[in-house]
C-alpha cells in the first residue's frame, strides 16, 4: 500500500518505530540518501571504516533506501566483512555451487524445516533496525539452500526491498527523515 499526503501517518505506531535523517545529495536529488553507521551480525559489530558508506563530495558513494531494488547491496568492503561473519555464525556448510545466483548460501539439511540464523541490525543514524530472519535469509527447500539476500556493490550502497518487508516506511519530506515502523502488511 501506498499512502500520500495527510493519508501517510504513524499515528497508530508504537516505541518500535525507528527515526532517521534523509541526507540530500545534490548531485543525485531523487535518491533517498541515509546515514549508515554501521552493521551488526549476531552479537559482532563489524569492524566497518566510518568513511565506507559516506556520502563523498563529489556525490559519489552513500546508501540509499530504494524499494525498486530487490537486494541490498553493500560497498564491497563493508559486504565481505558481512559474508565472513555469517559464514562464521552459520552453523551451516557454505555452498560453492553458484547455483543460485546469490553471493553466500548454505546448504540446508534434508530434515530442515526451521533454521537458526544470526541476528542482523543495520544502525543507521538515530535508528538501529534489527531485521526478522525473513528479511535478509532466503530459504528454498526445494533446492537445499538458505540464501544471504545481499550482494556488493562498488561506490553507493543500496538498502533494498527484501531487507523493507513488512515495515511501514514513512518519509516525512518536510522533516527530512524516514521511519522504519515494523507492520505485518498483509493485514
Excluded: W
Excluded at 521511519?179 to 498483509?186: D, E, G, M, Q, V
Amino acid at each position: 500500500t501506498l499512502l500520500m499526503g495527510s493519508l501517510a501517518n504513524a499515528n497508530n505506531s508504537d516505541t518500535a518505530s525507528r527515526t532517521t535523517p534523509l541526507v540530500v545529495n545534490p548531485s543525485q536529488p531523487s535518491f533517498y540518501y541515509l546515514s549508515l553507521e554501521g552493521i551488526t551480525v549476531g552479537g559482532t559489530r563489524l569492524p566497518i571504516k566510518k568513511s565506507t558508506f559516506a556520502l563523498n563530495s563529489d556525490g559519489s558513494g552513500g546508501v540509499i533506501i530504494d524499494s525498486g531494488t530487490t537486494l541490498t547491496y553493500l560497498e564491497k568492503s563493508a559486504f565481505d566483512l558481512v559474508k565472513k561473519e555469517f559464514t562464521s555464525q552459520m552453523k551451516l556448510p557454505v555452498d560453492k555451487s553458484g547455483s543460485s545466483g546469490l553471493d553466500l548460501c548454505f546448504t540446508l539439511p534434508s530434515d530442515a524445516s526451521d533454521i537458526e540464523v544470526p541476528k542482523l541490525v543495520f544502525h543507521f543514524k538515530g535508528a538501529d533496525v534489527d531485521l526478522p530472519g525473513e528479511n535478509y535469509m532466503i530459504a528454498d527447500s526445494s533446492v537445499g539452500l538458505a540464501c544471504l539476500a545481499m550482494g556488493s556493490s562498488s561506490g553507493m550502497s543500496i538498502f533494498g526491498n527484501v531487507q523493507q518487508q513488512n515495515y511501514l516506511l514513512l518519509h516525512d519530506l518536510q522533516k527530512e527523515t524516514l521511519s522504519f515502523i515494523p507492520t505485518k502488511c498483509n493485514q
